[in-house]
Every structure is written in structure tokens, then in C-alpha cells.
T-cell receptor, first 115, second 115 residues
């Protein structure tokens, strides 16, 4: 059973360009979470999605950031008009919708560098 | 709102020495608690978790953590560390145990094991 897959692993964008980060959850997992890790900091929650629904986006910046998890295909985190402050590691996690703890399994991350 | 505090940003230790990584949390509701480990340029791996029952939980590689409700702590310990334990360790909490929801992470503790 393959784990959570993220691509690309490394992404370089110039200021003002768009960044698209993809996440394929583990087989059978219907919940996806996106976290951002800034240099020398812990992970910060961004958004939680189920298939075709955003459940909690309380950690998403109000502008330029969006996320989706379509019925078919991977979850996408999209950052428009990137700025240097967007440089970070973005991690995706997935979980089952089943008790007891909905353990989250993390992907290897996408490291975004904005030049 | 929940929060997690890891007071030690770095912990240097000699191989075969014992180590304790501290984690304190605050929450107005009951929580699940987790320790994740992150090796350089990799994603997070679940090390151990406390859901309910015995307050002492163990991992397969010799780490253990004890949930102390009165002190709101979940410190991670290992009686004898190995060079391969060098990594970043993150403590995390999850509220609403009955539903899928976000994890809140501490800022991490970098464990550096030397000969």
C-alpha cells in the first residue's frame, strides 16, 4: 500500500508566478490536510478537505491560496502570485474517516522556493 | 484554542545517554496526543500516540511517553539513545477525539546525538 504521495518534491518559482502542489492520499483515505512548515518552525495547519468539500480552512491565508480535493484525482494546493514569504515546506497528510483517532499519515512534502 | 509548547528547541546528548524531550499542551477539551519524528528532508513519521487507557505509551524503537493530565504534559523519553535517533521531534495534539480534525504542533525539538 503506497503512502501519501506529493509532487513535485521541489518547486522553484519566481515572484508573481503560480505554484501548484499535488497530494495523492493513501488508498482508501478520504480526508486530506495541508500543513506549512516555515524555516525553523513547526507545522501550521492550513486546510482540511474531504472529497469535493472544504471542511476547515481556518489556517489558510485569505488571499492567493486555495485548495481543492476533487472527486477524482489528487488534492491540489494552489498559490497564486507567489512571494518570497511563501517559501516553505508544504506537507500533505491523509486519514481514514473512522475511529478512534483518524491518524494522519504524512507525505514527504513539497519544498517551495520563491526567487 | 489548543496549543503545544516544546520548550527545548535543541537537545544535544551523547550516544547511550538517556534523554527527555518535553511537551506541554493546553486545551479546554480532552485531547489525543502524538509524537512525530522528522528526519532531514523527509516527511513526518508517527512515533507514538496516546488515545486513552494506560498513560504510558511505547514505540517499537525504545521511545516512551507518559500522559500526565494534571500537568498537561506528554514528555518523550528514551533510556539510551543511538546516533540514528538524531532528528527533529514534534509533539502534537488533536481535539475532538470523535471526529477527524486538524493537528496542532509544537515548534519541535532537534535531538542531536553525538559519540
Amino acid at each position: 500500500n503506497a503512502g501519501v504521495m506529493q509532487n513535485p518534491r521541489h518547486l522553484v518559482r519566481r515572484r508573481g508566478q503560480e505554484a501548484r502542489l499535488r497530494c495523492s492520499p493513501m488508498k482508501g483515505h478520504s480526508h486530506v490536510y495541508w500543513y506549512r512548515q516555515l524555516p525553523e518552525e513547526g507545522l501550521k495547519f492550513m486546510v482540511y478537505l474531504q472529497k469535493e468539500n472544504i471542511i476547515d480552512e481556518s489556517g489558510m491565508p485569505k488571499e492567493r491560496f486555495s485548495a481543492e480535493f476533487p472527486k477524482e484525482g489528487p488534492s491540489i494546493l494552489r498559490i497564486q502570485q507567489v512571494v518570497r514569504g511563501d517559501s516553505a515546506a508544504y506537507f500533505c497528510a491523509s486519514s481514514l474517516y473512522r475511529a478512534p483517532a483518524y491518524e494522519q499519515y504524512f507525505g514527504p512534502g513539497t519544498r517551495l522556493t520563491v526567487t | 484554542a489548543q496549543s503545544v509548547t516544546q520548550l527545548d528547541s535543541q537537545v544535544p546528548v551523547f550516544e547511550e545517554a538517556p534523554v527527555e524531550l518535553r511537551c506541554n499542551y493546553s486545551s479546554s477539551v480532552s485531547v489525543y496526543l502524538f509524537w512525530y519524528v522528522q528526519y532531514p528532508n523527509q516527511g513526518l513519521q508517527l512515533l507514538l500516540k496516546y488515545l486513552s487507557g494506560s498513560t504510558l505509551v511505547e514505540s517499537i524503537n525504545g521511545f516512551e511517553a507518559e500522559f500526565n493530565k494534571s500537568q498537561t504534559s506528554f514528555h518523550l523519553r528514551k533510556p539510551s539513545v543511538h546516533i540514528s535517533d538524531t532528528a527533529e521531534y514534534f509533539c502534537a495534539v488533536k481535539e475532538e477525539p470523535g471526529t477527524a480534525s486538524k493537528l496542532t504542533f509544537g515548534t519541535g525539538t532537534r535531538l542531536q546525538v553525538t559519540l
